[in-house]
Structures are given as structure tokens and as C-alpha cells.
């Protein structure tokens, strides 16, 4: 019964989490974005209190649920172990130990990467932006060409119900390492169920200390208890010692399969006796307080942490024909630095935008902001209306904004390269930028006899890149968006421009 309750829990929201990021038609309203927020890691870049303290209860009252219930990235594991075993029917898990040395060297390596702003390190290793990017580089593509092949079939019979939805190439960097994340953890499930989780997942070291003291734990009956295996032998996360009758409670993922294995009802889930020796902790040894220290400390100095050594933005030495020396930091991501803080390059942000103008960067944010959003005006503009990326965000790397105050927020500035536009090179009439242009900081004047030519004013230029999309002009664009240091706020009334500042939006 309890394994089957975690199923239904885990599956919901697996399946809710998937459907959020492959829906382009916007069928999903952006309220089930919810299911993102619950994830450990941005509610911690959040300081979503009230989610942490709810994790943080789970944990120490019913063990770690958050890995089996909550966490995508586990519930893919258990998908994929499962498959192992439809093909490899008597497949069987035996008991290894913990490789306490690994698990804690990954969390402390992540938690200093975060201190010192290199949240590449940490984005990597977070379980829901690893799955976060899997989703949006691996299924995504393959979920738009099967919507692109139905539109294919039914607009051959006259039904319109499907549209066709443009595929576009998002990085190399950030499709190789999802699949790269893919394959390994998928393999390490594959032969043997919750590695990844119990070796290298930071957050799965993080909860497995915690719930070495909740206070429901799996447990032997030893007047039931035989000693046959069965119970190991299904235990995912290879922590049960059949033999000794000992669990690591630090690597219980709380699945219930050594429960549902047992025909002799010896395995229960109840709140522990604590005048039991710790099983996980051999009788002569005591528990190392070194690690509750370490622990405490490393926890405190990352929440306390609200001033990060940021990464300078490395400048681009690419095209000629923008050279653009700032990335774009999409509206709500404030600056450079609130970027590197709190990203996670989860890619919902990518995933989500209506527009397909956020793409993962390279090395434009420095080495320690790779494969964060940025803005590119390729294959489109940024809406002068849409604050879908910042409303989904669910670590506050884009603050949220009302369509007020994306109206008045400056990402970039826009520059006029006056000897690559056809109206001065081929002496015709165009004037793409001016009509898209929301704010007129793109407008039209007098040129040669009726001819007119753009002029820019970036004081009131809000940095959306419909100009530079739409620019004719080839091979060179002949306008387009220039990165800022900070976002600004346009005051249109004052016809000033001033400062973004955090109070401005209420954060």
C-alpha cells in the first residue's frame, strides 16, 4: 500500500513536471509552474522559506520522500530501473557500502563552488536542473517533431488541429552535457538503481544526514525476520544489510520495495526506537561530529551568503556584424551577478519562452555562468508584453514583473550601424526597425530626397530586439541590441532614465 501511494505521488508530479516544459501551446496554465518551486536547490537560491521548512519537516519526520515523491530527477531513475528489470527479470540488488568519502567531497566541492559564484559546478550537479535540461534539450525536440509529424498527417486530410512548430538548435555545449547526464545516470540505474543518488547528488548527501534522524524509519521485526535477502535484494539504494539487520537510514530513499518484497511481514515503517543502537554507524565508533559541524557550517555560510564574487562578462570577439560586447540578460535577471547567484540553468526560462529568444550561454557570462540564459534575436524578439520566463522562474534568477514594469525595464541598448543599412547602401526605402519597434527608440528620419533612414534614441529603448531581428540587411545587420552592465528603469513621464534597484519591484 505505501509503495503504491509513493508511486501515485511521485508519477503526478513527474508527469506534471514533463508537461510544463514540453507544453509550447501554452495548454498548461503558468500556476502549475508550483511543482518547479517545491525542488530543494531553487527554493534554496530563493529563500523560499516556507517550501524549505516543509522539506526540511518531510525529511525529518518520514526520511527522504523528497527523493522518491518530489525529485524528477530520482522518480527517472526508478523509471529506468524498472525497464532494467522487465528485461532482466531476475535481476538482483545486493548490499554495498557507503561511499561516505565521495558524497561528502562532491557537497563540499558544490557548496564553495556556490560561495565563490561558480554556479555552473552547481547547476550541474542540482538534480532538478540536470533533469530540467534533459527535458528541454533531449525530449523536447523529439515531443515538437512528433507534434510536427501530426501536423503533417492531419493537414494532409483537411484537419487543422495541429500546427507546425519551428525546431531550433539551442547550444552545443548544453546538449551534449544533458546527454551526457542522460546516459550516465540513466546506465548507473540501468545496473544499479540509485547510484547517482547515493554517490554524487549533493542534495541526496544533504538529505541522507538529515534523515539519519527522521522519525519513521524502515525497520526489521526480528521476531519475523529470517534473514532469506529478499528485502536487499529489491533495495534500490543497496543499504540494507540483510545479514547484520541493518539499514543505512542515510541512503534509504524511503521506496518501500524492501516492504513489498518481504512475505514474512519483517520490514515495517514506523517511528524508530531510539534506544537502538544507529544501525548505519558500526557499534565501535561514535558518530562523527566533525560532519554535523561541517554540515551546519557549510549550510549557513550558503544562506547567508548575499554578495557572491561574480564572474566579469567575457567579452565576444565573434560576429562583425553585432559586435555585441555584453550578453543580454533577460528581463527580471536584474544583472549579471543576481544571475550567477541564483541560476541553475534548469532551462525552463528556454523551454518556456513563447518567443524562442532565450538560449543557454557559452562562456559570454565567464566560465562560472555557463549554460545561463541569455538573450539572441535569431529566431525572433522578446515580446513587448510576455513575462512568462520571469513569472516560471523558480530560483528568482528572473524576479518576477507585471507587464507595467517589463514595459519599463531596459535590458539592452540599441545601436545604429548607419554604413550596413540598405537605405544608405542600396539608397532604397525600408524602415523594418522603426514599425517594431514598441517604444519608438527606432524612428524614421529624413535622408536623401524622400528617402529616410533610422535613427536611435536609448534612452527609451527597452532592449526587445525587434529591430535587429527584423533588419534586412545582409550579411551584416545594420542594428541591434547591446548588452547592459545593470538593467535599467525607463521613466518615460520624467524622460529620465535611472538605476534598476531591487526595492523598485518590490523584491
Known amino acids: 500500500m505505501l509503495k503504491k501511494f509513493r508511486i501515485g505521488i511521485s508519477v503526478t508530479l513527474f508527469v506534471l513536471i514533463n508537461l510544463f516544459f514540453l507544453d509550447f ?57 524498472w525497464l532494467s528489470k522487465k528485461f532482466t527479470k531476475k535481476k538482483k540488488y545486493t548490499f554495498s557500502k557507503a561511499m561516505t568519502v565521495l558524497r561528502w567531497t562532491v557537497l563540499a566541492a558544490t557548496v564553495i563552488a556556490f560561495i565563490f559564484g561558480f554556479n555552473f559546478l552547481v547547476g550541474l550537479l542540482d538534480p532538478y536542473g ?151 554507524v558500526p557499534e565501535n565508533k561514535t558518530v562523527d561530529e566533525s560532519k554535523r559541524r561541517f554540515l551546519s557550517a557549510t549550510v549557513v555560510t550558503a544562506v547567508a551568503a548575499t554578495s557572491l564574487m561574480g564572474q566579469k562578462v567575457a567579452s565576444i570577439t565573434g560576429k562583425r556584424a553585432l559586435k555585441r560586447n555584453l550578453p543580454i540578460v533577460p528581463p527580471g535577471g536584474l544583472n549579471v551577478e543576481n544571475l550567477q547567484e541564483k541560476c541553475i540553468s534548469c532551462h525552463l526560462c528556454v523551454s518556456k519562452c513563447p518567443s524562442h529568444v532565450i538560449k543557454p550561454a557559452f562562456t559570454e557570462y565567464g566560465l562560472g555562468g555557463m549554460m545561463q540564459p541569455r538573450l539572441y534575436f535569431d529566431h525572433g524578439f522578446c515580446n513587448y508584453d510576455c513575462t512568462v520566463c520571469s513569472d ?57 530626397g524622400v528617402l529616410t533612414i533610422p535613427e536611435t534614441d536609448v534612452s527609451i529603448c527597452v532592449g526587445c530586439g525587434g529591430c535587429e531581428y527584423v533588419c534586412p540587411a545582409k550579411p551584416y545587420k545594420a542594428i541591434y541590441v547591446e548588452g547592459l552592465e545593470a538593467h535599467n528603469t525607463l521613466q518615460f513621464k520624467k524622460e529620465k532614465k535611472e538605476d534598476i534597484k531591487v526595492d523598485d519591484f518590490g523584491f
Open 392 to 448: 516560471v522562474c523558480p530560483s528568482k534568477a528572473l524576479r518576477p514583473l507585471t507587464v507595467e514594469q517589463k514595459h519599463q525595464t531596459q535590458v539592452g541598448q540599441v545601436h545604429f550601424i548607419r554604413h550596413n543599412c540598405i537605405v544608405f547602401t542600396d539608397e532604397t526605402n525600408c524602415g523594418a526597425c522603426s514599425e517594431h519597434c514598441p517604444t519608438q527608440a527606432v524612428h524614421m528620419v529624413p535622408y536623401k
Open 130 to 280: 540536470a533533469y530540467g535540461r534533459i527535458v528541454t534539450h533531449i525530449f523536447r525536440p523529439a515531443y515538437l517533431a512528433g507534434n510536427n509529424l501530426l501536423e503533417y498527417i492531419f493537414s494532409s486530410f483537411d484537419n487543422y488541429t495541429f500546427y507546425k512548430v519551428g525546431i531550433y538548435s539551442l547550444g552545443l555545449l548544453s546538449t551534449l552535457i544533458a546527454l551526457a547526464t542522460l546516459v550516465g545516470i540513466g546506465l548507473l540505474a540501468w545496473r544499479n538503481g540509485r547510484t547517482w543518488c547515493n554517490t554524487i547528488c549533493p542534495v541526496g548527501t544533504l538529505l541522507g544526514f538529515i534523515s539519519r534522524y527522521s522519525l519513521f524509519r524502515l525497520q526489521f521485526d526480528d521476531d519475523k525476520c529470517n534473514s532469506c535477502g529478499l528485502c536487499a535484494m529489491k533495495c534500490k539504494a543497496s543499504c540494507i544489510n540483510s545479514k547484520d539487520k541493518q539499514i543505512d537510514y542515510s541512503r534509504c530513499v524511503t521506496c518501500f520495495n524492501c516492504i513489498e518484497a518481504c512475505n514474512r511481514s519483517a520490514m515495517k515503517y514506523a517511528p524508530y526506537k531510539w534506544k537502538k543502537t544507529v544501525t548505519n
Open 25 to 81: 501551446a501554452g495548454f498548461l496554465p503558468l500556476g502549475f509552474h508550483s511543482v518547479t518551486k517545491i525542488q530543494l536547490v531553487p527554493a534554496l537560491l530563493a529563500l523560499n522559506v516556507e517550501v524549505l521548512v516543509i522539506l526540511l519537516v518531510l525529511s525529518l519526520v518520514f526520511g527522504r520522500v523528497y527523493c522518491s515523491f518530489i525529485c524528477p530527477m530520482g522518480v527517472y531513475q526508478d523509471v529506468v530501473a
